[in-house]
DNA sequence: GTCTGGCACTCGGTGTTCCCGAGTGCCAAG
DNA sequence: CTTGGCACTCGGGAACACCGAGTGCCAGAC
């Protein structure tokens, strides 16, 4: 009976302190909430809620806010992640569907995720180094230069600039086209370095400055692409959450891609929700912020992660419902296409 | 002598006022700038600037503020754009120079412009409809799927997925796609749909119904596209400046594609500076922000345009320098791939 | 006619003080 | 273990006074 009412108090205060903003008090407690108990027990609750680090006073004399710890409690057992409407999954449906290519895929989700929680969100590209080769081509520009556009099976599509040692006809340049094809055609982008390797042996002699070019160009393409890029949205929402920390900081992370990077978690390979909640987030800039993350793809393999950042004091299990289902309808979608 | 310094006066509290943001009263006035004039002529000078609508006050007995108006006269006749460092214009060429394909250069630009400015900086993409055709290529992805991916002279690559009516063998796909490229080399985007109208004719009848289908794609690609893309750096700057609307409304502005495309201006087709102030810009929800934009593209040709977006208490001279410098420049880049 | 110094007036911003009320901790009684 | 009572704390808002920058106007000087 006793620790059992503990947590059903550090619960409600979580949930009033959520939805009101303001630090909550015992007898707004007993008023809200239906606990049984008069204030003065409730009181006796906090005060050792509060010696175990779980909520904390502002200042002497008002009520109790949460702590990280708190908060992290209240994610791992006292709450459920909440499931979307039936009207938001539609919504979110309807909405990715009309994706015309990777890039719409990736800005649809993008902005679907801030509207749908009305926090930042942000969303990874898909990594290269988990798709494979679809398709090589070489596309002749001027006689000196040729564009490299390398397609991939997730639809993703590179392309680079090649400025050649010397003029080259095209003939030559389709021969080099259809090679890179034939080794390379579905190829995993981890691979491709083994499968080209030697390449230059496999062209004429004279061929070989030109073929060495390209193949430096391209390798060069599937490291530097190995960095992800990162798109964020619904920064507005940030002039309605107040952080601890001014939001100056809070948007200059967000358009640092490392950083974004960092706090999306490369770590975690499964597809799993992540919460990381005030001082978990590995980024000291951001202090008074969360981070709800979930990987996605198609398949069981993890392409990427997408998430949202939000302030600590944040609604969880909505959101962890948001996100983790916008992760699994965009997986859908990739897998599709 | 009489007007003479009425407009030095205006310039000198123009000036006063960006660089310390309080209302500049007489005295200041004669104390910063030696005006030769005692504080009591200059108060009679304010006096006939605010009935003229140049000036006002915030509140009875406190400096005066330039209006929108005025700030026009300032930037009309009393100020002149000022060239960039040569430092700055290293680092505007080194920072450039780096770029890998036209993506990077775009998201470099943007960044380098809003560091430079110290504001939001807006670029918009190439538009498709002043490009000409590089490449079409057709990409079996599977037998009733093939990827489109078009190239420009800009260096931009546009792809679409086609679900085909029927299953069709690589040949016959590498045939359209011959013919394709043979009507279509060099074209300019807005004649694509005339060359390729009776292409449906000229490929054999069992071949029509694809031809229809890829073509109908591609049509559909040219005219999506045609309102571009457009992003944004530097929002974090926001928070430093302050406007008079809130800042969430600036930042939902900036995520509005179509808004942000109105206020860089799609009118004017020249590559002139334009300078939108205050009430100017025309977009109700940003009061108390001007706009500096230009339109930057190879050749004399405007491809699109690039600015930034800041208080209407900025620096004009030195914000007006940077955006034409980086709008050569980034010509120049693109004029050169 | 134009400029200047003087003067009375205005009023926003700041610092001070005071008060209220929500909330607490503790204690003794149920 | 719970509860009602009670004294205490302290942040935040309202009221208030003060200061000083800035103004408009006017009479006199160049």
Redesign the pocket.
Known sequence: ??DD?KLAVLRAIVEDYVSTN???????LTERHSL????????????VL?EQGYIT????????VPTDKGYRLFVDRLSQIKPLSAAEKRAIESFLQGAVDLDDVVTRTVRLLAQLTRQVAVVQYPTLSSSTVRHIELVPLTERRVMLVLITNTGRVDQRVIELPEAVDENRIAHLRALLNASLDGCDLNKVPDNVADLPDRVPAEDRPVAAMVLSVLLEALVERHDEKIVFAGAANLAAADFSVGLREVLEALEEQVVLMRLLGETSDSKALTVRIGSEVPYTGLRGTSIVAAGYGSGDKQLARLGVLGPTRMDYPVTMGAVRAVARYVSQILAAS
Chains 1, 2 share one sequence.
């Open positions: 009976m006793v009412r303001e630090p909550v008090g015992s007898k707004a049984g108990v008069s204030p003065a027990t409730i009181r006796n609750d906090m005060a509060e006073q502002p200042h002497t004399s008002a009520g109790r």
